[in-house]
């Protein structure tokens, strides 16, 4: 029966949606060490500005010039299936929600991410 066959699943990238020219498709989620980016996603609150702030320790003391950007628009925030601020994104990946890390902790993730 055709009507409860499976269809063949074509496999399409988010950067053209399946118009790239060299058949080649691109993860836009895949940066490299250079190209990291970082962003704490809240409404500016207190819990939002602490993981900011531990963030920030965090990266220096890694050694890590990264810039941080704070994004406060709940469309952006709600884009990424974040429902519980403050977030941490790295890199366009979810790696913290809902709670205020502790720069201990954020050292810990930045170290597993790389």
Not at 89 to 107: A, R
Request: hydrophobic fraction near 35%; proline fraction near 2%; charge should be positive.
């Amino acid at each position: 029966m055709g009507l409860f066959s499976k269809k063949a699943q074509e496999s399409k990238c988010s950067c053209c949606s399946g118009n790239c020219s060299n058949g080649e498709t691109v993860k836009p989620e895949a940066k490299t060490v250079g190209d990291s980016s970082i962003k704490v996603l809240g409404s500016g609150c207190a819990k939002c500005k602490q993981l900011e702030a531990n963030t920030k320790e965090a990266l220096t003391q890694l050694g890590m010039d990264i810039a941080i950007e704070h994004v406060t628009d709940f469309a952006q925030i709600a884009a990424y299936g974040v429902m519980s601020t403050p977030a941490l994104v790295m890199n366009g990946k979810v790696i913290s929600f809902g709670k205020v890390l502790k720069t201990e902790e954020v050292i810990e993730i930045l170290k597993k991410v790389q």
